[in-house]
């Protein structure tokens, strides 16, 4: 006989997870409906359950660890070559996620109570709601108990019955080839309970469907992509179960004024060509109103004289509120120099004579470019 180790192609101190995982794989790749039927695979797969068989039992591995194969074949190993008992109790214990679906089974089914399941809601919220914090309505469509059954599914004056098939165990055992296998009840779909006078108002479900309408808060400092878990408040349970979770997904609606950037807010502000010359002091929107001012507040930037298109001026804790801490980001303001149109005639001879009175010490990066640019000629021309 084949030496067990060298049959689940493990070393002899191979763990318990070890065992398993070889196990799975092994018995996978030679199951018999798998293989149309083929003798060889079933023998092969025969040969890997007796070999687990031994090896997943401390007492039988430790007697062939020591004696070999007549340490199980005797009274140790419970005889029979070492395979003894039902082989479908190896098949559940290890297989039961694996061929579910082979056998139309899955998961094992509970005919207790049941959790319901959680749902999700997707909420837009403005940059402003989502400074200041808000508190929010939505409609959210859930399962409830029903209230003329009382979630049993069954017309009131009456209950459900045990399911004739499972016995209401809610499972069943059906034999495939040489080993049997247990499967969710397809008569009570594992319920272990058959309503046969159902309920008008759920349709012998228990459960209805209806819109609910809650109250979300909506924290200061939330940021895009931001979760928000309402316990309890998702679908009813199944037989007495608890409730399930709602989970709100929140983005944030882009806003025509600001950026976010972690903390901080960005915002460009156009500056007129006179201020950034002379500098001087111009209004900027913040959000410090919260919600109500609805980006239409105000607060005082300073720009320095000589500002040139992309200065910014970080105005300190302007920004948005930490989720976690009291901590605040900052208003970064980003200055646009903006050239005036549409100049009347004195606006233009005031512009000309000013242009005629400065030199490179007013226009220092074009005197700069002026020079990289005479340069980059001369080399292409050779002058």
């Avoid at 031994?54 to 070559?81: C, E, T, W």
């Avoid at 179960?241 to 929140?250: E, K, M, N, S, V």
């Avoid at 040139?308 to 980003?334: A, N, W």
Wanted: aromatic share 6%.
């Amino acid at each position: 006989m084949r030496d067990y180790y060298e049959i689940l192609g493990v070393t002899r101190t191979a763990d318990d997870a070890a065992l398993k995982s070889a196990f799975r794989k092994l018995a996978m790749e030679h199951h018999p409906d798998r293989n149309g039927g083929c003798e060889e695979a079933g023998g092969r797969f025969k040969e890997i359950n007796e070999a687990y068989s031994i090896l997943s039992d401390p007492q039988k591995r430790a007697a062939y660890d020591r004696f070999g194969h007549a340490g199980v074949n005797g009274p140790q190993g419970g005889g029979g070559g070492g395979f003894s008992g039902d082989p479908s109790d190896i098949f559940s214990d290890v297989f039961g996620d694996v061929f579910g679906e082979m056998f139309g089974g899955g998961r094992r089914p509970s005919n207790g109570p049941q959790r319901g399941q959680d749902l999700r809601y997707d909420l837009e919220i403005s940059l402003e709601q989502a400074y200041a914090g808000a508190e929010v309505e939505i409609r959210v469509p859930a399962a409830i108990t029903c209230e003329v059954c009382d979630g049993s599914g069954a017309k009131p004056g009456t209950s459900p019955t045990v399911c004739g098939t499972c016995g209401g165990a809610g499972r069943v055992r059906a034999t495939q080839g040489f080993f049997a296998v247990e499967r969710g009840c397809p008569r009570c779909g594992g319920s272990g309970r058959l309503v046969l006078d159902p309920c008008a108002n759920c349709n012998g479900h228990g459960q209805v469907r209806r819109e609910r309408i809650l109250s979300v808060r909506i924290p200061a400092g939330v940021d895009d992509g931001a979760r928000i878990r309402l316990a309890g408040e998702g679908d009813a349970g199944a037989r007495g179960g608890p409730r399930g979770d709602l989970y709100i997904f929140l983005s944030v609606i882009p806003h025509e004024l600001f950026e976010r950037d972690g903390l901080d807010l960005l915002c460009t502000v156009p500056v007129p060509m006179t201020v950034a010359a002379l500098g001087g002091e111009i209004d900027a929107p913040c959000l410090m109103g919260g919600e109500a001012c609805d980006g239409t507040c105000k607060i005082a930037v300073k720009v320095p004289e000589g500002s040139q298109t992309g200065k910014t001026v970080r105005l300190k804790g302007k920004g948005m509120p930490s989720l976690r801490s009291r901590q605040r980001g900052d208003l970064v303001v980003e200055l646009f120099v903006e050239t005036p149109t549409h100049l009347s005639a004195r606006q233009k001879e005031l512009l000309k004579e000013l242009a005629g009175l400065c030199d490179d010490k007013q226009n220092p990066k074009s005197a700069n470019f002026v020079g990289k640019a005479k340069r980059f000629w001369d080399e292409v021309t050779g002058s």
